[in-house]
């Protein structure tokens, strides 16, 4: 390929170079008077600065720095004309470029001259892929590309499109543990709203990559479900939300246009914002989901995906609760509460996530009746009975009723509640929403009844990291409770 020669190029572009050099050293019979002759037929032909030249030497300025400042000078004007070129329209644009391309090429591996070929080859929306080989080839041009070069290459080479985006995915990961497993880094795990999460450094940089290129995106969906399926760590769960939200802030209409849930994550993205779900965004939440039809299952696996984000599973329990609070309030029962169906319909959905794409079985998951008809109303009998508590201890010392209380409101938990637990990720995640509620409420005994029924059933529960961050933050502020003696 034309740059590959002993000459880099040069000769390829009419200009004499080391071939030329060397010829003529070697066959002609005064060496110095080849030297001067190579000088004044290939130094800067212009008359008026002949006698300039003298004055160089007199200033001690060598040749060299003055024929480096002039290409320099000249260098970086031939960018700036390179960048006119790029306002022009149409085919004019991408004719004159590849014009330029073509005549510039030849001498990439001349450093002084690279910026000028990689303006060219930046500003290009097709490289051929004769040029491509020669950048992928040569680490050191590889590494001097701009993204937008690098795009180029990376579209139809997966593995070094996977070499780059790798130590990003890592990162990310180990940014999000370093959170999740220590208290000191601040104030929570679920601190923050979701845009200024999606602010961070890798996000930012793998939509950087990205670009508007559809192929990158879909490969680095690719790389997330297959780390996803390997691992099942739920941060790659996150990071596919938060990265198709970052897209979406940046107005990437070629890459969020094309991804069937972006519509879906956007919509759930404001309710994590506003921590609500109205009866409009319950609507809409709900008309993705009946609007899958046969043939589109698929897209259950993303969807399910983008449920299994922490965050995601967080926001649908808590607000599940919220409405299961509410319920006790209202004296009503958890079936005749559409929002809070569609809530654990939606968790449902999430929690089985690696189980679909494992073996990529796309049906959404069935809403069993126990959870609905059992566990819920036991769930409210509980709460029931910590609120019973918490106003016997409003009372008098002398009008408290402690005998009932103890028997009646402080006993284990109904058998219904620890048989679903153990046989539902739902319930589970909706135990470990109604036990954090009691650390919250500093509610010792109601935190204690139902403790140990976690112990034994949240292994590998895709929320359990993030409760054990969150009960344990809790916990802390409960040492006091915990130091007084019963």
Known sequence: MAGSGGGFGLEEIGIPGREYLREALTSCTDPLKAIEDFQVENGVLLPSLRPMLPLLDLHGIKRIDFHNSVLEDLRDKLIAQIETCTKMEGKDRDKKLKDLLLKSFPVIKIKQLRPVVMSVLKNMTYIEDKYLRVLVRDKELYADCDIEIKRHLWRDNQSLFGDEVSPLLSQYIKDKEKVLFSYETGPGFFTGSPKSRRQAEVIQKLAEMIGTNVKLYDMTLQFLRTLFLRTRNVHYCTLRSELLMALHDREVQDVISVDPCHKFTWCL???????????????????????????????????????????????????????????????????????????????????????????????????????????????????????????????????RDTASIIIDHSGPPPDMYDAQVSQSPIAAAMAMQYTLQTCKAKDKIGLMRVLGILAQNIRGHPFEDAFLHSLVTGLIGMKEDFEAED
Do not use: Y
């Open 269 to 399: 993205d404001a309710c994590i914002r506003e921590r609500n779900v109205d009866v409009k965004r319950s609507r809409e939440l709900q008309g993705f989901l009946d609007a899958i039809r046969r043939g589109q299952e698929q897209v259950l696996g993303d969807l399910s995906m983008t449920l299994c984000d922490p965050f995601a599973i967080n926001f649908l329990s808590t607000s599940a609760m919220k409405l299961v609070n509410h319920t006790v309030t209202q004296e009503g029962m958890p079936r005749d509460q559409p929002v809070l169906l569609l809530l654990l319909r939606m968790l449902a959905l999430g929690l089985s996530a690696w189980e679909m794409i494992e073996t990529q079985d796309f049906r959404e998951p069935k809403l069993e009746l126990p959870l609905i008809l059992q566990f819920l109303p036991a769930m409210m009998s509980l709460i029931v009975d910590d609120q019973v508590r918490a106003l016997n201890v409003k009372f008098p010392v002398e009008e």
